[in-house]
């Protein structure tokens, strides 16, 4: 099946400083890639979706300055956190769809997040 | 909006015991339904999915019937076995502005012992 993986896996920082996750669909050419961010015990909330060679479209709430994403090709999306703070301590993690009108998303394992 | 409510957990099963993890949804339209599992250190993964009234989605002895009457999506499986020890999500696409978008429940934690 088709592979997504996340780099890195789990990082540490300190508050002030910034954090890039890397997504990359192994396997095939992804069209689209969305991050999500998933609390302890807490659903995945869609921060953002985006599409290859143009901008990523945020959902309400979600700081664009804050979080940048950056789809450079069709099988890398990072997903850079700016000026990261405690309260930015999440497990991230993005999927991948092949096809512009497939429902069907192939999920990356997820980064750990802890801004100290 | 759109939304989807699981039965909260943990859930613990003896193996071979009846699984079953409640999924109700809101959503405008009519949208697909999504079982992902997520064994420890994975991904999600899709287990299985149903999009349109009274469809069912199968897969590893999984089942769930999409009843658009009671808005639910509720996953079976008759006889659940150690390796289906993970956490389930419920989630659903609902068509319009949100077509694409995957909205989960809170997931479900299940732990089967031996």
């Known amino acids: 099946g088709a592979v997504v993986s996340q780099h890195p896996s789990r990082v540490i920082c300190k508050s002030g400083t910034s954090v890039k996750i890397e997504c990359r669909s192994l396997d095939f050419q992804a069209t689209t890639m969305f991050w999500y961010r998933q609390f302890p015990k807490q659903s995945l909330m869609l921060m953002a979706t985006s599409n290859e060679g143009s901008k990523a479209t945020y959902e309400q709430g979600v700081e664009k300055d804050k979080f940048l994403i950056n789809h450079a090709s069709l099988t890398l999306s990072t997903l850079t956190v700016t000026s990261a703070h405690p309260e930015d301590s999440s497990f991230y993690i993005c999927s991948a769809r092949e096809a512009p009108r497939s429902e069907t998303q192939y999920f990356g394992p997820g980064t750990r997040l802890l801004v100290l | 909006g759109n939304s989807v409510t699981q039965m909260e957990g943990p859930v613990t099963l003896s193996e071979e015991a009846f699984l079953t993890i409640n999924c109700t949804y809101t959503?405008?339209?009519?949208?697909?339904l999504f079982w992902y599992v997520q064994y420890p250190g994975e991904g999600l993964q899709l287990l299985l999915k149903?999009?349109?009234?009274?469809d069912k989605g199968s897969n590893k002895g999984f089942e769930a019937t999409y009843r658009k009457e009671t808005t639910s999506f509720h996953l079976e499986k008759g006889s659940v076995q150690v390796s289906d020890s993970a956490v389930y999500f419920c989630a659903l696409i609902a068509g319009g502005t949100s077509y694409g978008k995957l909205t989960f429940g809170q997931g479900t934690i299940l732990t089967v012992h031996p």
């Open positions: 149903a999009t349109k009234a009274d």
């Open positions: 959503a405008t339209g009519y949208p697909s």
